[in-house]
């Protein structure tokens, strides 16, 4: 199977979380008015556990590109936001009785985050054509929270 990854926007991705970037307007203004607050773009869901920050390393990958592998995380959110210059990949599933249905991916801006939902299937970090660090807000605690599956490839252009 072949997919085309798109461009994403809050509509395409509201099934699997929130887009991390700020609003039109700000919520608030603060500092002395020099800072604009966009506030609470997605909450963490963590389901008896601790909210943790961490910051994931990945290596690149380039389109077209083959995802053989998605998980979930069914006790907590997964927020991304990258920390470098460069769009990367978001892909994910719907759920499809226990199972990832048909991935879709997204082409996410420099700057641009996401939150996806406890319980979503979705791809590995996928910076595109370099390395790239990623601030990850998740769960940890008690409980199993992630699981995997290895799907028949997709491949996935620009």
């Not at 994910?92 to 319980?119: E, H």
């Not at 595109?128 to 601030?135: K, N």
């Amino acid at each position: 199977m072949t997919i085309k990854a798109k461009p994403i926007t809050a509509a395409e991705f509201a099934l699997y979380g929130e887009l991390l970037t700020p609003r039109d307007a700000p919520t608030k203004m603060i500092n002395a008015g020099r800072c604009e607050r966009h506030n609470a773009l997605a909450t963490v869901e963590r389901f008896g556990g601790e909210a943790i920050i961490s910051i994931f390393r990945s290596d690149p990958v380039s389109l077209p590109y083959d995802c053989a592998l998605l998980e979930r995380h069914p006790l907590g959110s997964q927020a991304f936001v990258p920390l470098g210059p460069d769009p990367w990949l978001s892909v994910v599933a719907p759920d499809d009785g226990g199972k990832p249905g048909t991935p879709i991916a997204f082409i996410v801006p420099a700057g641009m985050g996401v939150n996806l939902r406890a319980g979503v299937w979705h791809g590995v970090l996928t910076p595109l054509d370099r390395a790239a660090d990623f601030l990850v807000v998740d769960r940890a605690g008690d409980g199993v929270n992630l699981e995997e599956i290895t799907i028949a490839p997709v491949t996935i252009t620009a």
